[in-house]
């Protein structure tokens, strides 16, 4: 895949058929557009172009909105859209400016002279333009001036999915991985690089990878203890993750994530990892005593071996 993220002056070529949108989680509704622009592309031969926005919209137009996390960052969103079999991405940066651009504007000069667009293929209620005064009408009402034809996706396809960014978002808030990836279509995942922490795990018999979330924007599920697969170098692991204040052991009140990652052994200090999340074990609990949470961590791997047998018999 093609990814353009400097748009100025940046022209595609052969005709094109296009979809816009932030596409953040690149979940199942995303991929039944995404479906639609490859069965386009089967019958014409055209490629399939995303526009999608960087930063979020929603980060420009509101930003006392300090609380928005994003499903995806945008390299992640790219890596999905790519096995989407996506041809081309354009990122465009999104301003204020750019927002304030008319809904005629932005089909002449962005959809019809830069992206070069044949077919477009859109949702319902998608709206564009200054003060969002651009619809799906107003794409037809312009199709034959610039040449393009529409193909709007139907309300009851997108019902018929039942899915959403917020509701994702919503699911992660309350620990409810498995429920963000039955809407996802996978696994919810985060990338981090290892860092040094205070290997107390090491003396509890569980030695930690300590992991930091390089982008500052990305969505971490709530507090607790959850079952995750590990990859590093390719390689792919299973292991127990800890997100919380570690009450029993600290009092500094800084969330920390943390994995114990099953039958590894590798130097991976400052070594970026992929943690994909299954299931939520447990809420964070603060023990009385050391004892006590050796105990209970013995019976959370246990859970997630149990777990990881599950996995392989359904494999």
Known sequence: MLTVRHTENFRIEKPCILTIGTFDG????????????????????????????????????????????LITTTDEKLALLAQNNIDVTVV??????????DA????????????????????????????????????????????????????????????????????????????????????????GTVVKGKQLGRTLGYPTAN????????????????????QFDKENYHGMLSIGKNPTTDNDGVVKIEVNIFNFDKDIYNKNIKISFIKHLRDEVKFETIELLKAQLKLDKANCQKLLEELKQHA
């Open 26 to 69: 690149v979940h199942l509704g995303h991929q039944k557009i995404l479906k639609k622009l490859n069965e386009l592309k089967q019958k014409t031969g055209l490629n399939t172009v995303i526009l999608t926005f960087d930063p979020h919209p929603r980060k420009v137009l509101f930003p006392e909105q300090k609380d928005l996390k």
């Open 92 to 101: 465009y940066p999104f301003s204020k400016t750019f927002a304030q651009m």
């Open 104 to 191: 005629k504007s932005f089909i002449r000069d962005i959809l019809s002279k830069s992206l070069n667009v044949k077919y477009l293929i859109i949702g319902y209620d998608h709206k564009f333009g200054k003060d969002r005064d651009g619809d799906i009408n107003t794409l037809k009402n312009y199709s034959k001036e610039f040449t393009y034809e529409v193909e709007e996706i139907r309300v009851q396809d997108i019902e018929n999915i039942n899915v959403s960014s917020s509701k994702i978002r919503h699911a992660l808030e309350k620990g409810n991985v498995e429920l963000a990836n039955k809407y996802l279509g996978f696994e919810f995942f985060m990338n």
């Open 211 to 230: 992991l930091q979330i390089d982008e500052i924007d990305k969505m971490i599920p709530t507090i607790g203890v959850y079952f995750v697969s590990v």
